[in-house]
């Protein structure tokens, strides 16, 4: 794991001689993380005090692990303490989190949020933050998966007094979650003595929690079994249940003969990729297995995180992203379940990642396949729709028997999206030149409804018909506008224009604007409609009614639709160097693949161009939607 290491001893020296920051700075930048101006600041401020406490404690032999990084993820601890505990000999650990703030009350009613003076919006309780790192380490360190009380939690708040943040200390302390302000220092020496030896080094300490397996604990498991188990209880059918079945055969035939075997199902929209992936992490974490859930989309993840895991922070801690295993140990865990694996991109690198990551980095289908004994992945490979995704069958499977991978694959024929109408599936593919069939008219199915607008108005009214009868409904479109960012009033730009008529994109980033969800909220929260979502906000999710607007960017000439890049706004398609026309026709193709099997009772298409508005009515004879309109 990256931190910057030192001794207590050695933090104070370096604090002294005011070369700290600049070491810290450069450990950090060295790992790829930015560092800016306010960062260096808090540093050089908080750590040096908290050096000085080590010291007058007579703790100079602790080791300090300074901008710890949590595995699995970016998060940043500010320091953990490490040495030995004076009564047990056992390894010792404090998480210490470090403020500055003066003053701080209350956020309203909430017991977890308050507001700090000079900061704007709210901040999480100090108290809560420290707790949940704890619970964190707890979670995912093999080192501590039975030794909890060994780690313990302080929020440092060295500038305040009592009484100017008297609301927080309401919050009953724990072990893991007490605080500490400048009136309490004696305290916190005191606290510091209790559970750290000042005659005993940290560093062997520090050797293992730095060495520490990184996996799922049975607790974590336990807890997200509990939490998986009071979802409604998903059915399994056919192909759904052997690919379920195949995985839990793996799983146990290669802890058995201590090997590796991958699995990989495959299937159109709605075929239930999904409901196998969640089924298995419920059992999977009800056995005990260390099993994982990763995606390539933010929106999903963060969607699965506030849904399936219920508002669970430890739960949420099972559904990570692709990128996550970098440096995950080999064969960490027992399961890995990939899910819209069609979105795995060709490395995990990206402006983000630290320079010592760069050198030498693998292909990330290989950092999936060495995480886990048993990893399964889960696609549809007319989903890929961005440059640098190349998550196939063949190519999963190239990859795993080059390593010597026993490989099991499954193919899912059903359909539970789209009311299961194979036929509009088939009309789709047909109508894009993606199975190399031909459009063909829409011959009707009871199942499914299909209705071709004139305008973005008759599109609009007839899904805002279907939300007023408590149906879900949606609008989404090619990425053919520009996608500004949010007005200074906390308003959204009017992006989308077609005549005169405009609405905005789905929300940029997770944050809510006005009363617009944050992007991986748009499909399921009831204020998303309004806003038109991109595809990238669309993709994995699924709602009752679906209004898809096909942009410039495909139209239809001579009797089959044409990809016109030109016409797509998204900066990835700039290059042809990077991105040649062929591969840019596919994915805009596969875009407008994924848009349109979005719904599960209907969908309603309009495009922008006049000419592929009438082949459509050709395609789809006296079906507008105006009439259902009251």
Not at 25 to 32: A, I, L, M, S
Not at 65 to 90: F, N, W
Not at 418 to 437: F, K, M, R
Not at 459 to 475: S, V
């Amino acid at each position: 794991m990256s931190a910057f290491r030192v001794s207590a001893a050695a933090l104070l020296r370096l604090a002294t001689e005011g070369t700290l920051v600049d070491r810290v700075t450069e450990h950090v930048r060295r790992y790829g993380h930015g560092v800016g101006q306010s960062e260096r600041n808090s540093w050089a401020r908080s750590l040096s005090i908290l050096a000085q406490d080590l010291a007058d404690a007579g703790l100079q032999d602790v080791e300090v692990l300074v901008e710890y990084q949590l595995p699995l993820t970016s998060r940043r601890i500010d320091a953990v303490l490490a040495g030995v505990h004076p009564r047990t000999g056992e390894d010792s650990f404090v998480v210490v989190e470090l403020k500055q703030w003066s003053y701080a009350t209350r956020y309203e009613d909430s017991a977890s949020l308050v507001d700090v003076e000079h900061v704007r919006g709210p901040r999480l309780h100090p108290a809560v933050q420290v707790g949940e790192y704890c619970q964190y380490l707890i979670d995912f360190l093999g080192l501590l998966s039975d030794q909890a009380h060994t780690v313990r939690g302080v929020a440092y708040l060295h500038n305040a007094v009592d009484r100017d943040i008297a609301d927080l200390l309401v919050l009953p302390a724990t072990e893991q979650s007490r605080i500490f302000t400048k009136q309490r220092r004696g305290q916190f020496l005191d606290h510091l003595r209790s559970v750290l030896d000042a005659g005993q080094p940290g560093a062997e300490a520090a050797d293992r929690f730095l060495a520490s397996s990184v996996r799922p604990s049975r607790q974590l498991l336990a807890h997200a079994a509990q939490e998986l188990k009071g979802q409604s209880h998903f059915t399994l059918l056919d192909e759904q249940r052997i690919a379920y079945e195949l995985v839990l055969h793996a799983v146990e035939r290669a802890r058995a003969a201590d090997s590796k075997r991958v699995v990989v199902v495959s299937g159109g929209p709605g075929s239930g990729k999904s409901v196998i992936a969640l089924s298995l992490l419920g059992e999977l974490a009800r056995q005990g297995r260390a099993a994982l859930h990763a995606t390539g989309s933010k929106s999903f993840t963060q969607t699965l995180r506030r849904y399936a895991a219920r508002g669970s922070a430890r739960a949420k801690t099972l559904f990570l992203y692709f990128n996550s295993f970098m440096t995950a140990e080999r064969n960490g865990i027992d399961v890995l379940i990939c899910d819209e694996a069609h979105r795995i991109r060709e490395t995990s690198v990206n402006r983000f990642t630290r320079s010592a990551q760069r050198q030498g980095a693998r292909a990330q289908i290989e950092e999936l396949l060495a995480a886990a004994r048993v990893p399964v992945f889960l696609l549809d490979e007319h989903q890929v729709v961005k440059p640098g995704e190349l998550g196939s069958v063949e190519v999963i499977t190239t990859f795993a028997e080059r390593l010597n991978l026993k490989v099991d694959k499954v193919s899912l024929h059903d359909q539970f999206r789209c009311g299961g109408s194979e036929a509009y599936e088939q009309w789709v593919l047909d109508l894009l030149g993606l199975n190399d069939g031909k459009p063909a008219v829409w011959a009707g199915d009871d199942r499914f409804d299909l209705r071709v607008a004139e305008s973005p108005e008759e599109l609009e009214a007839f899904l805002a018909a279907r939300e007023a009868d408590g149906e879900t409904a949606r609008m989404s479109a090619g990425y053919c506008w520009p996608w500004s960012d949010p007005n200074r009033d906390d308003t959204l730009v009017h992006d989308v224009t077609i005549g005169g008529w405009s609405r905005p994109w789905n929300v940029k980033s997770d944050r809510s604007v006005g009363e617009a969800p944050g992007s991986p909220f748009w499909a399921t929260d009831p204020n998303g409609f309004g806003q038109v979502g991109c595809i990238y906000t669309a993709q994995g999710f699924e709602y009752a009614w679906s209004g898809v607007i096909i942009g410039p960017d495909l139209v239809a000439r001579d009797g089959r639709l044409v990809s016109q890049r030109d016409a797509f706004k998204d900066p990835a398609f700039r290059s042809r160097k990077t991105v040649s026309d062929l591969e840019a026709d596919r994915l805009i193709r596969n875009t407008y693949k994924v848009l349109l099997t979005r719904g599960m009772r209907g969908t309603v298409v309009y495009s922008t161009d006049e000419e592929t508005r009438a082949f459509l009515r050709g395609l789809v004879p006296g079906r507008r939607p105006v009439p259902s309109v009251d």
